[in-house]
């Protein structure tokens, strides 16, 4: 049975550089591992998931719209801080097959999962495969165009996007 043993967080904001936002999320993972009883030298890789267009195999952000970044190389970031191999997905994506593996999908071959949060995202699996599509976007189905014409601007650059209509940020 694979469950959650423990869970912990901190807040990113729009603007917050790369470099600090690593720095939270290695202070975070010490804790955990410290809070766990392992020594960091006992983990030999980090899952890392971050709501943002992604090239995961070269460890690359293209744009995290909701946080103002873009072209960096995340993972080499927290890597150094770490000292194991980190793994990077879409933060959608990453809930998506955690919900696939343990959660409220599990024992199913297709689902979509949404994530409602700053934005509207979205993770598709198929045949028990994850749906990356073009550039690793498959499952980015907040930014699903549903009004052409006068749409509200998203923070991706396009006009009419769901997530400005569902979000919580557009809720509120």
Avoid at 11 to 19: A, D, E, H, K
Wanted: proline residues 3%.
């Amino acid at each position: 049975t694979k469950k959650i043993v423990s869970r912990r967080s901190t807040p990113f904001v729009r603007g917050m550089s790369p470099q600090e936002a690593m720095d939270r999320v290695a202070q975070l993972a010490r804790e955990q591992m410290a809070a766990l009883s392992v020594d960091m030298s006992q983990v030999a890789f980090a899952g890392m998931g971050v709501p943002a267009v992604l090239m995961p195999d070269k460890g690359y952000v293209v744009h995290a719209n909701n946080l103002d970044w873009y072209d960096v190389e995340i993972t080499s970031i927290l890597e150094e801080k770490l000292g194991c191999r980190v793994y990077l997905e879409n933060d959608a994506n990453a809930a998506a097959w955690a919900e696939y593996i343990a959660g409220a999908c599990r024992g199913t071959n297709t689902s979509v999962v949404l994530t409602l949060g700053t934005g509207l995202g979205g993770g598709v699996i198929i045949d028990g495969k994850m749906l990356w599509g073009s550039f690793y976007n498959g499952g980015e189905l907040g930014h699903m165009i549903v009004e052409a014409e006068n749409g509200i601007p998203c923070t991706c650059g396009n006009r009419g996007c769901i997530e400005r209509y569902t979000a919580a940020t557009a809720l509120i």
